[in-house]
T-cell receptor, first 107, second 113 residues
């Protein structure tokens, strides 16, 4: 079947670096996207990897390896406002979202 | 502000009832997507419309239906409501048919009592 697996929760310290992994059991998709969602808010687009490799957007980077069926979101210089849920998603004949990773940041 | 609007923001109704959720996409976007998000759950894709036509279907129940109108706004109709239908319903839009960057509206919180 088609599914995306993410850790349910990750905890990190303010100012540190954290990596949120996304593994998948689907193939033939166009690319891997990442979304952020704060409690009570709507998801917002963070990044998209059409090709294998690393994409950097400010403090956030995203990586994709199709051969390893694996991707990750890297958040650097963590700030308290980064406390949120993060979802990976792929588009094949329809969009498929992972269940999300809740990021807790400790001061 | 994503530019996507949804009404109403909150809706409380009883089991067995029918409700309609409305979404206006960003100016220029042709695709509209509907999602359901239950408590502590991820986003469940329901259905996509592109320029008035159904484009992709996800885990949408037969009790649910949607349409996109000529002015590109969309409505999601939920009927014979059950307690389990209580959730946040998001609408998103994108310019094309399979955009990986979608813009989400603020959502409609539906409570079925």
């Amino acid at each position: 079947g088609q599914s995306l697996e993410q850790p349910s929760e990750v905890t990190a310290v303010e100012g540190a670096i954290v990596q949120i992994n996304c593994t998948y059991q689907t193939s033939g998709f166009y690319g891997l996207s990442w979304y952020q969602q704060h409690d009570g808010g709507a998801p917002t687009f963070l990044s998209y990897n059409a090709l294998d490799g690393l994409e950097e957007t400010g403090r956030f980077s995203s990586f994709l390896s199709r051969s390893d069926s694996y991707g990750y979101l890297l958040l650097q210089e963590l700030q308290m406002k980064d406390s949120a849920s993060y979802f990976c998603a792929v588009w094949k004949d329809k969009i498929i979202f992972g269940k999300g990773t809740r990021l807790h940041i400790l001061p | 502000d994503s530019g996507v609007t949804q009404t109403p923001k909150h809706l409380i109704t009883a089991t067995g009832q029918r409700v309609t959720l409305r979404c206006s996409p960003r100016s220029g976007d042709l695709s509209v997507y509907w999602y359901q998000q239950s408590l502590d759950q991820g986003l469940q894709f329901l259905i996509q419309y592109y320029n008035g036509e159904e484009r992709a279907k996800g885990n949408i129940l037969e009790r649910f239906s949607a349409q996109q109108f000529p002015d590109l706004h969309s409505e999601l109709n939920l009927s014979s409501l059950e307690l389990g239908d209580s959730a946040l319903y998001f609408c998103a839009s994108s310019p094309g048919t399979s955009e990986d960057e979608q813009y989400f509206g603020p959502g409609t919180r539906l409570t079925v009592t």
